[in-house]
């Protein structure tokens, strides 16, 4: 296979969506919806991601400073989909191979997509390849117009399309396989000859099919995968279909989920075989289960926090940055931030671990085989020792508390 180089188009101020936030940065699932389609491109075997950055690029900079084989290229004014591939041109100077382009703000796109076109633009030795979706309702896509053999003739954006035109229901998702070095030269050739004025990428591949050079189609994306996001709308919609493939591939691996349409889990949490997640629980963040847990109903996890093996967080009991030992029994009412507790611990209903004082957050440590009473506070900063039995109701502080003997 040829090397693989992948364009995203990241630069719009997300206009629609009444925000200051660049479009791409806004959450799907816990993650920037533009992660999803640097994950995707790597998954496919990619290795070098070129994000075409605009509106407040130094934050989506910042935000991805950690992934080092993205590259920036700024589009410093936003003239059309062509433009924003054309920037490249320099950075891709040296490049002889394959260009892949596809938009940032479309987090649901899979690997498999990616690979399949291609796959179908190494085979066609084609010089562009188009990944195309059929909709029962094509409005605002653009068209894709074949001949009676059924081949390929180009791209009708929606705003341009005549009546007939817009019967089809064959469309451009926007994901695209150049020949690179092809792509460039008609791109070089543009003209803003349509109602917005503006490059479009399509009328690249226009002037390839009218030079007589091969271009092909493959109807690889499902139409549910298709939509972008544009608006608030779009993104609560895009939000929850992807709430769905996390759940879906969850239970896939032996996780259950009583009751998936009131249950949120974030896309960077990892759960444990055989663990029960119960309805209204939200988990948020990077967190981590293990197997043979319950949680929930009416919990919540948050960021950092870590369950062993055989733990229950049960109803309406908050874990902050917490973690729990394997055994370990949290059942109900209960705020615990900042905490390490340790292996077959029991903590009463109603706990509070208070770990702000104000100005600064402290750590709680609960040894293994304590027993926290109902109704106790522990203030942090706080080591409860191993096999210490905290009495109900009690306010705990350093050294305030009586070791016991013997298993909780």
Request: aromatic share 6%; glycine share 8%; net charge negative.
């Amino acid at each position: 296979m040829k090397p693989t180089a992948a364009i995203i188009l990241a630069a719009g101020a997300g206009t629609r969506m009444i925000t200051d936030l660049p479009k791409v940065l806004h959450e799907v699932c816990g993650r920037p919806m533009l992660a999803y389609v640097h994950d995707a491109c790597r998954s496919a075997g990619i290795t070098r991601i070129i994000d075409v950055v605009g509106y407040r690029q130094e934050e989506v900079r910042r935000v991805f400073a950690d992934e080092t084989d993205v590259t920036y290229v700024v589009q410093a004014e936003q003239n059309g989909t062509g433009h924003a591939v054309a920037v490249c041109a320099e950075t891709l100077a040296d490049f002889d191979g394959n260009c892949v382009v596809l938009c940032g703000d479309g987090p649901l796109i899979r690997p498999e997509t990616i690979s399949a076109l291609i796959e179908k633009h190494e085979q066609s030795h084609s010089v562009a390849t188009l990944a195309t979706a059929v909709l029962d309702d094509p409005t605002g896509y653009g068209r894709i117009v074949r001949d009676a053999y059924g081949n390929l003739e180009g791209i009708v954006e929606h705003s341009d399309c005549t009546d007939e035109q817009r019967e089809i229901k064959e469309v451009n998702p926007s994901y695209y396989c150049f020949d690179a070095r092809q792509l460039f030269a008609a791109l070089a050739q543009l003209k803003p000859d349509n109602v917005k004025g503006e490059y479009y990428l399509t009328d690249a591949l226009q002037i390839l099919i009218g030079e007589g050079k091969r271009a092909a189609a493959i109807t690889s994306v499902q139409p549910e995968d298709v939509l972008s996001i544009n608006s608030r709308q779009q993104l609560a919609v895009v939000s929850k279909m992807m709430q769905h493939r996390i759940q879906d591939r969850l239970m896939s691996e032996g996780v259950s989920i009583v009751d998936p349409d009131n249950t949120w889990i974030d896309a960077r949490a990892c759960i444990g075989k055989d663990t029960i997640i119960r309805p209204f629980t939200y988990i948020h963040g990077r967190v981590r289960i293990g197997e043979r847990c319950s949680v929930g109903p009416f919990s919540y996890l948050r960021d950092e926090s870590v369950l062993a093996d055989d733990v229950v967080v049960g109803v309406f009991t908050e874990l902050k940055s917490t973690t729990l030992g394997t055994g370990t029994r949290t059942r109900h009412l209960s705020y615990l931030g900042d905490a390490t507790v340790g292996e077959h611990v029991n903590v009463g209903a109603g706990t509070i671990v208070a770990n702000f004082d104000g100005e600064n957050v402290h750590k709680t440590t609960v040894e293994n085989n304590a027993y926290i009473g109902s109704g106790s506070i522990l203030v942090a900063p706080l080591t409860v020792a191993a096999g210490t039995q905290v009495d109900p109701g009690s306010v705990i502080q350093q050294n305030n508390t009586t070791p016991v003997a013997g298993d909780a």
